[in-house]
């Protein structure tokens, strides 16, 4: 990789923004004559990939086929798959895994044969695995290929503000990054926004701190069409202990044979569905939800028990959770693990086709940040990591033929004498009180009446911080200019104030999907319409303040 100052070329065949599977496998899938610009928030390898444990989703074993996958994937979405879209996942599965292995991921093998585990809602064992990390040695293998690409220029600490849009035609043809002390605007044929999800718009998540929804908010300001935002999907095991993070406690525990019971010892589960612990996660994370409402007296919490898992076994597959759960003061050889649900993962996102064009020619969308269809209104375990892989694969055929984009203008530098301090500390102020807010507003349970008071709320949110200084930074286009900042506390403040811009949209979007649709589906749960009905297996899109249903592809 090209050891490149920031901003030492503005100039880009292509912009991948975000550095999970995703992004990191887009930038190796692009054509290596391509010069491209790989932009992260943080270092190369944050990000919500880098936090996935269970694995990932192939059917590759002798017993098992792409079909099974298939019915597997369209059960859990709960009616709202497109099934062109999963099809296209499954059949293409294999390879992706013989390229990941090809590339140097260690997956866990079985003699000569790559391990499989069962996860819930799986019909076959087809989940393959790195011990406990499976996403780290993904992103570990990926990250070290990208270093090793000359036409690759890394921006490190750099923050997307907004998408540069030709007013001429409505092609995209760059982003604005908050980097080294500078907002600069860079130029490009081809935008990809892989920048994970938005779990942070929630108080209890196992998303990591950089999963604030960015890359929907971009293309949603930016008049990209975006879909299925009220399906969230709330993992059912994630750790609750006080002072600790929500460290996600893997599937694969449930699937390699832990049980789920509550404080009296009673594996409850199986009183609210067949499968008991290995019911959809929707199902399951419902079930802990309406148990601790229904029986107070079992405080705030449930447990996994590892007990019927062989001691060895846990030590070999589950290392990091041991380790995990060791430094917060739990011996899981010897007592449960006390777990409760949190926001896990984002169905919905950016409308895309299968070769993952948005609605805005020249901006592209991948992974948790993209609608592909895939995942309906319940995600199927381990195929998230999949669909980067498999999507960010069709970006080899991405052809910028006949794209141009304007001459750049004029860079005006501009001193910034305001502070953002008191700006800066107000959006911190907002960002807690608004994850609370949606917790209890747009979490396990919905109701019309808790959603319309919410929106309510985000929307004063919003017109409070439209009139703050930094608004003229993330509420404009390239007519922004370029500008160098004062400080480096300054370009904190500022990026403070970009997130909540950031979670105070996604968060909107999440409430009026939410309002809009009076049915219960998936992840989406309204106690006042409990009922799933068939007229509502359409997807829900959102462009501007417009809402409309579209069939579900077929």
Same mark, same amino acid.
């Given at each position: 990789?090209?050891?490149?100052?920031?901003?030492?070329?503005?100039?880009?065949?292509?912009?991948?923004?975000?550095?999970?599977a995703?992004g990191l496998?887009?930038?190796l899938?692009l054509?290596?004559?391509?010069?491209?610009?790989?932009?992260?928030?943080e270092?190369?390898?944050?990000?919500a990939?880098?936090?996935?444990?269970?694995?990932i989703?192939?059917?590759?074993?002798p017993d098992?086929?792409p079909?099974?996958?298939?019915?597997?994937?369209?059960?859990?979405?709960?009616?709202?798959?497109?099934?062109?879209?999963?099809?296209?996942?499954?059949?293409?599965a294999?390879?992706?895994?013989h390229?990941?292995?090809d590339l140097?991921?260690?997956?866990?093998?079985?003699?000569?044969?790559?391990?499989?585990?069962l996860?819930a809602?799986?019909?076959?064992?087809?989940v393959?695995?790195?011990?406990?990390t499976?996403?780290r040695?993904?992103?570990?293998?990926?990250?070290?290929?990208?270093?090793?690409?000359?036409?690759?220029?890394?921006? /490190?600490? %750099?923050?997307?503000?907004? $998408?540069?849009i #030709?007013? *001429?035609n +409505?092609r995209c043809q760059?982003?604005? &990054?908050?980097?080294?002390?500078?907002?600069e605007?860079?130029?490009?044929?081809?935008?990809?926004?892989?920048?994970?999800?938005?779990?942070?718009v929630?108080?209890?998540?196992?998303?990591?701190?950089?999963?604030?929804?960015?890359?929907?908010?971009?293309?949603?300001?930016?008049?990209a069409?975006?879909?299925?935002?009220?399906?969230?999907q709330?993992?059912?095991?994630?750790?609750?202990?006080?002072?600790?993070?929500?460290?996600?406690?893997?599937?694969?525990?449930?699937?390699?044979?832990?049980?789920l019971?509550?404080?009296?010892g009673?594996?409850?589960?199986?009183?609210?569905h067949?499968?008991?612990?290995?019911?959809?996660?929707?199902?399951? /994370?419902? %079930?802990?939800f309406?148990? $601790?409402?229904? #029986?107070? *007296?079992? +405080?705030?919490?449930?447990?996994?028990? &590892?007990?019927?898992?062989?001691?060895?076994?846990?030590?070999?597959?589950?290392?990091?959770?041991?380790?995990?759960?060791?430094?917060?003061?739990?011996d899981?050889?010897?007592?449960?693990?006390?777990?409760?649900?949190?926001?896990?993962?984002?169905?919905?996102?950016?409308?895309?086709?299968?070769?993952n064009?948005?609605?805005?020619?020249?901006?592209y969308?991948?992974?948790?940040?993209a609608?592909?269809?895939?995942?309906?209104?319940?995600?199927?375990?381990?195929?998230?990591?999949?669909?980067?892989?498999?999507?960010?694969a069709q970006?080899?055929?991405?052809?910028?033929?006949?794209?141009t984009?304007a001459?750049?203008?004029?860079?005006?530098p501009?001193?910034?004498?305001?502070?953002y301090?008191?700006?800066?500390?107000?959006?911190?102020?907002?960002?807690?009180q608004?994850?609370?807010?949606?917790?209890?507003?747009?979490g396990?349970?919905?109701?019309?009446?808790?959603?319309?008071d919410?929106?309510?709320?985000?929307?004063?949110?919003?017109?409070?911080?439209?009139?703050?200084?930094?608004?003229?930074y993330?509420?404009?286009?390239?007519?922004?200019?370029?500008?160098?900042?004062?400080?480096?506390?300054?370009e904190?403040?500022?990026?403070?104030c970009?997130?909540?811009?950031n979670?105070?949209?996604?968060?909107?979007?999440?409430?009026?999907?939410?309002?809009?649709?009076?049915?219960?589906?998936?992840?989406?749960?309204?106690?006042?319409?409990?009922?799933?009905?068939?007229?509502?297996?359409?997807?829900?899109l959102?462009?501007?303040?417009?809402?409309?249903?579209?069939?579900?592809?077929?």
């Open positions: 990789m090209s050891a490149l100052n920031p901003f030492s070329s503005t100039q880009f065949d292509a912009i991948a923004i975000g550095t999970g995703a496998y887009a930038a899938c054509p290596e004559s391509w010069r491209v610009a790989l932009v992260t928030k270092s190369l390898r944050t990000g990939s880098e936090w996935a444990q269970g694995g989703a192939a059917a590759i074993a098992d086929s079909s099974f996958h298939l019915e597997d994937t369209l059960k859990a979405g709960a009616g709202l798959c497109d099934r062109a879209a999963v099809e296209f996942l499954v059949e293409n294999p390879t992706a895994i390229r990941l292995v140097g991921v260690a997956f866990d093998r079985k003699q000569e044969s790559l391990a499989l585990t996860e809602a799986h019909s076959h064992p087809r393959l695995h790195a011990a406990d499976t996403g040695a993904i992103v570990a293998t990926l990250a070290e290929r990208v270093l090793q690409r000359p036409n690759l220029q890394v921006f /490190s600490e %750099a923050f997307a503000i907004g $998408l540069w #030709n007013p *001429e +409505g760059g982003v604005g &990054l908050l980097c080294n002390g500078k907002i605007w860079i130029r490009a044929a081809a935008v990809i926004l892989a920048t994970g999800g938005g779990g942070q929630y108080s209890q998540t196992t998303n990591p701190a950089v999963s604030t929804g960015d890359g929907v908010a971009l293309a949603w300001r930016a008049g069409k975006v879909r299925d935002l009220e399906f969230f709330f993992h059912p095991t994630a750790l609750t202990r006080p002072g600790a993070p929500h460290f996600l406690i893997s599937e694969a525990v449930r699937g390699e044979g832990a049980h019971i509550d404080a009296r009673h594996r409850f589960a199986f009183d609210y067949p499968k008991g612990e290995l019911a959809p996660r929707d199902i399951v /994370s419902r %079930a802990i309406n148990h $601790l409402e229904r #029986n107070s *007296e079992l +405080g705030d919490c449930v447990y996994l028990d &590892l007990q019927p898992i062989a001691r060895d076994r846990i030590r070999y597959r589950f290392p990091n959770i041991i380790q995990v759960c060791q430094h917060w003061g739990i899981l050889f010897n007592e449960p693990i006390p777990v409760a649900p949190a926001a896990h993962y984002w169905m919905g996102g950016i409308a895309v086709d299968l070769n064009q948005t609605s805005i020619p020249g901006l969308a991948i992974g948790e940040t609608s592909t269809g895939v995942h309906g209104a319940n995600r199927l375990a381990s195929n998230s990591l999949l669909e980067c892989i498999v999507y960010a970006l080899a055929h991405l052809d910028l033929h006949g794209a984009i001459a750049e203008t004029e860079a005006v501009e001193c910034d004498r305001e502070s301090e008191t700006t800066a500390q107000r959006a911190c102020e907002i960002r807690e608004l994850q609370a807010l949606m917790w209890y507003s747009a396990i349970l919905r109701s019309q009446p808790v959603l319309e919410a929106i309510a709320k985000v929307e004063a949110w919003k017109a409070e911080v439209s009139k703050s200084p930094a608004s003229r993330f509420l404009a286009s390239r007519a922004s200019q370029n500008a160098r900042l004062e400080s480096p506390v300054a904190a403040n500022l990026r403070a970009g997130e909540v811009f979670l105070l949209d996604i968060a909107a979007l999440i409430l009026k999907s939410a309002a809009w649709r009076k049915e219960s589906r998936g992840g989406h749960y309204r106690s006042d319409f409990p009922e799933t009905h068939p007229e509502g297996a359409v997807h829900t959102v462009e501007g303040d417009r809402f409309w249903n579209e069939p579900v592809r077929g």
